[in-house]
């Protein structure tokens, strides 16, 4: 069983940068689809962007795209999201989430069995 550990979040202006981290422990993360999900207040977490088990696949929310790059270091067990240009509009509550069945990137959040505890990115304008 692999237990996950976000860090990275903050304040930042709009159109700026961060890049949060994802930490695993317990098992090997190369066994595990990962992904990144959001949720602001009020809000139903929403699915960011996911990677497959290896790294070579990869897949991003409209809303993100050409913005936000996920990628996953298997040797250091440890998954990443580089967030530039950020917008106000991406507030919320970041969650990595990891999985170890099926064959491509789910992007429905009851896929996914582990959850780390979040870690929140404020935006201002």
């Known amino acids: 069983q692999v237990q996950l550990a976000e860090s990275g979040g903050g304040l930042v202006q709009a159109g700026g940068s961060l890049r949060l981290s994802c930490a695993a422990s317990g098992g090997s993360f190369s066994g595990y689809f990962m992904a990144w999900f959001r949720q602001a207040p009020g809000k139903e977490r929403e699915f960011v962007a996911g990677i497959t088990r290896g790294g070579g696949e990869t897949d991003y929310a409209d809303f993100v795209k050409d913005r936000f790059t996920i990628s996953k270091d298997n040797a250091e067990n440890t998954g990443y999201l580089q967030m530039n240009s950020l917008k106000p509009e991406d507030t919320a509550v970041y969650f990595c989430?990891?999985?170890?069945?099926?064959?491509?990137?789910?992007?429905?959040?009851?896929?996914?069995?582990?959850w780390g505890q979040g870690t929140q990115v404020t935006v201002s304008s």
């Open positions: 989430a990891a999985h170890g069945r099926g064959w491509a990137i789910a992007r429905d959040r009851n896929r996914y069995v582990y």
